[in-house]
């Protein structure tokens, strides 16, 4: 016994550890060290951040909650029981794991109802604001296309909207694109008069995801319903953020996001009144589920998250409002005391405080987010920052090329803290005051030279 | 009947039916089963200042526990604004009830520290860093040998 273990220690011993480690997957497997997470980021030693060329010293401070926000804990908490013991699909009648499936989702069915003053019978879950636009657009139309041949939106509305409706258009439909004022507001005279006797659907978002303007929605409500259109809102920025209130303002349809108040992505909802109906063609064929409206397997953890994320946010508005405001103040009159040449897109008066979209004279747009890269803030949005192009809602509201393309978008949320914005306040000033330095156009204007004015040569 | 504990509050001019009570905010509604537990107890007995200063201590311990800046930072402050909202509250049951929410709520970030902190990345947020080295060396995107440089030269 003794003699045994002596020689398998001995041959341990001589053996190259190389030759003993390649035989064993344990070896194999202990000899990558674990990581918590998959490394997505590239490298991370020494806490130094790495991708894409980029070196940082550590994750950004998000601000950029219009793109999307950071899931709250009291919503995970609710998600993971669906994930773990109760994972039932809610269509399945004859045992428990889907009639608790199906008692969560009608549980949160009534919560999302709950904040917008609905009945839960009037909301349908879907995947997300994006499949509720293009149910709505889509859907309502073609179920009226005998009778309804004309659509009636803005410039400043979502790709997906504005997508659907050049969709329709290829249809055979006709859609009226409303030009917007320059604060960004809709003109009610221009939308009274383009409404039409076979204007079906009039689209117009509640809180645009750029400029972070809010629509007069009570206005236009009162408006489609005297003219018997049927009045449709992208709410998905606006949802827990504005109160919203489906009798008052009238609305027929309305989109919903769950990635936008602090609830798991790839889940969103679609309002479809009952009184007066509002017919929609489904655009998802399948089993019939949700009443028909949008067939396929509700997904009980997304859709118990959505309805946690919105009891929240009824609980939270007001602290949450007052707090942002207070933040997009501090951030505003920061940046303002220390640098000139500083413009807001869009209304200030008409605004949701947690959006606040910039413009900086003279610096180059590209550049000042290079430098910016402690800071996770968007220009334009997220949809459309693959292209080179100025954002489109900027060039609606007529803003210059050149300071369409300075434009940064920065996004204050339920969790943004004073540090963070005085941090942005800084690095955002020291950015733009290096690139101004050097810049020949800035040494221009301190001289007293007007821009405009200039006769630029041919080379 | 209920016993009543003994300790440096009774008795003296701090007594718990002079002062105003320090609450929890009003969270979620979803039953738990402590909070199913603690209803019929605490409906009964509003719960004393010592109670409420406990919980309020046990959230900030809780809040310390998270390992995401942003998360951590709102849990504290949210549970302070939260407590200070409540301190006008006069009616027990309702003291009550807001004390019971509270315990519901502080098991759920007790539970939520563990599955974040069971999930943090390696870097921590820049809030966190203290002079971060770009800082220091006037460039975001400056190169800097750190000892991994060294180490990824000589492997073939």
Known sequence: M??????????????????????????????????????????????????????????????????????????????????????????????????????AVEAARASVAALVAADPKEIFFTSGATESNNISVKGLMRFHRARKRHVVTTQTEHKCVL?????????????????????????????ADAIRPDTGLVSVMAVNNEIGVVQPLEEIGRLCREKGAVFHTDAAQALGKIPIDVEKMGIGLMSLSGHK?????????????????VRIEPQMNGGGQERGIRSGTVPTPLVVGMGAACEIAMKEMDYDSRRISALQERLLNGIRAKLDGVVVNGSLEHRYPGNLNLSFAFVEGESLLMGLKEVAVSSGSACTSASLEPSYVLRALGVDEDMAHTSIRFGIGRFTTEAEIDKAIELTVRQVEKLREMSPL??????????KSIQWAQH | MKTIRYNSYNGTRHSRYLLPYLS??????????????LDSKAMATAPSRAEVLSLLRSFLQAARKFSDYNIREYAARRAIDGFRGNKALSDPSAIAAAFADGMSQLEVAKRQAAVYSSYAPKTKSVMEVKMSPPERYGTSCGIRWGSGEYRKIYVF
């Open chain 1, 2 to 103: 003794a003699a045994a273990a002596a020689s398998r220690l001995l041959r341990r011993a001589l053996t190259p550890a190389v030759a003993r480690r390649r035989f064993s997957t344990a070896a194999v497997a202990a000899e990558t060290p674990p990581s918590p997470l998959p490394s997505a980021t590239g490298e991370e030693d020494a806490g130094m951040v790495s991708m894409k060329g980029v070196r940082i010293s550590g994750r950004p401070l998000y601000l950029d909650m219009q793109a999307t926000t950071p899931v709250d804990p009291r919503v995970l908490d609710a998600m993971l029981p669906f994930y773990l013991s109760r994972f039932g699909n809610p269509h399945s009648r004859t045992h428990l794991y889907g009639w608790e499936s199906e008692s």
């Open chain 1, 163 to 191: 997508d659907s409706c050049r969709h329709l258009q290829q249809e055979g439909f006709e859609v009226t694109y409303l030009p917007v004022r320059p604060d960004g507001l809709v003109d009610l005279d221009h939308l």
């Open chain 1, 261 to 277: 108040i602090y609830g798991p992505k790839g889940v969103g909802a679609l309002y479809v009144r009952r009184r007066p109906r």
């Open chain 1, 442 to 451: 800035y040494e221009m204007v301190k001289e007293g030279i007007d821009i």
């Open chain 2, 24 to 37: 929890v905010a009003k969270p979620l509604e979803r039953p738990t089963p402590i909070a199913g537990l």
